[in-house]
């Protein structure tokens, strides 16, 4: 009924390997999900809308209610191992974040190391993925995306939530609605456009 | 069916299975195919492409911080961390393996270990570049006959 498009989750995938982000952005869309692929954490957090300190514009990591399928992300699966922000520290910036914390975050690692996977599952990660990713590791994905589209209605969420499996989306304007998060420009989402968010990232 | 199309596919079936039997390449390239559809059909040599290109960046850098004076084995570990990981993705097992014991030379700081694992990861490489390379000449041979590449 008109949720086509709009109900397609949208994943981010982190990696700097080439080979890998191909990779993962194929396994991923054979599950149908949109992809966008960046090659560090850093580019990660300038997509998610995150500054370095967790500012008050990244309430809205979305862009506008009207192209909520653009920027909102569903999940972000991330590399354990690489060069400056690892995806560890990815994680703990994510889930420190008041607006980005209810994102389920993957970690992917070519290492088998319990240490490392044990802390990044304490850290909050919802699985933890030993390369190479295969279809059964991204078959076990959508259970987190499933909860998050809950979460989205019930708890101060981080995403236009206009969407839902039981009721039809309401008319654009009213992202208000479903959302308790303390949005501050509500409408004026367009200031929100001018950040970077775009640069050497590949949306698909 | 034409025998022509039969004689292809069965050439190209035979040296598939050799390149696994061979060790070259491992169940991660099965994985690869798998991926590749109608909607997406060149895949495969698309991702391996990447694998060419990135192998060779990884390798002549490998070869010039292991002719420095003073190696930086920080560096060599971290590119041949990068050369493991895109041979594992795309099913390059002996390139993987061979990463492998680089990265105990790695740790050891051992040049001389490091010089020989740089000349046999290059000699692998070079193997499998070529395997793979014939690999899709078969398949284009198939396709261009009017076969289809059948699944393994």
Known sequence: ?204 | MDSAVLQLQRQLSDYKSSLYNEGFLDDQFTQLQQLQDESNPDFVVEVVSLFFEDSERLLTELTKTLDQQSVDFRKVDAYVHQLKGSSSSIGAQRVQRVCIYFRNYCDEQNVEGCLKCLQQVKNEYTLVKNKLETLFKFEQQLLAAGGSIPMQ
């Open chain 1, 1 to 204: 009924m008109g949720l086509a498009k709009e109900s397609q989750f949208h994943v981010l995938a982190v990696d700097d390997s080439l080979v890998d982000r191909k990779l993962i952005e194929r396994l991923l869309k054979t599950s149908s999900y949109q992809v966008t692929t960046v090659d560090s954490g850093s580019k990660a957090l300038q997509f998610l809308g995150l500054n370095e300190d967790d500012q008050i514009n990244s309430n809205q990591p979305s862009v506008s209610v009207n192209n909520h399928q653009e920027v909102e992300v569903n999940l972000i699966i991330t590399d354990y191992c690489m060069p400056g922000m690892t995806g560890y520290d990815l994680l703990k910036k994510i889930k420190e974040s008041s607006s980005l914390r209810n994102i389920p975050v993957v970690i992917m690692s070519s290492e088998n190391v319990p240490s490392r996977i044990s802390r990044c599952l304490e850290e909050g990660a919802e699985e933890f993925f030993l390369k190479p990713v295969r279809k059964s590791d991204v078959n076990k994905l959508k259970p987190h995306l499933m909860k998050t589209k809950d979460n989205n209605h019930q708890k101060q969420g981080n995403k236009e939530a206009s969407e839902t499996t039981e009721v039809p989306p309401p008319p654009p304007p009213q992202q208000s609605n479903n959302n308790k998060r303390k949005a501050v420009e509500a409408e004026g989402l367009s200031p929100d456009r001018t950040r970077p968010r775009y640069s050497g990232l590949t949306v698909v």
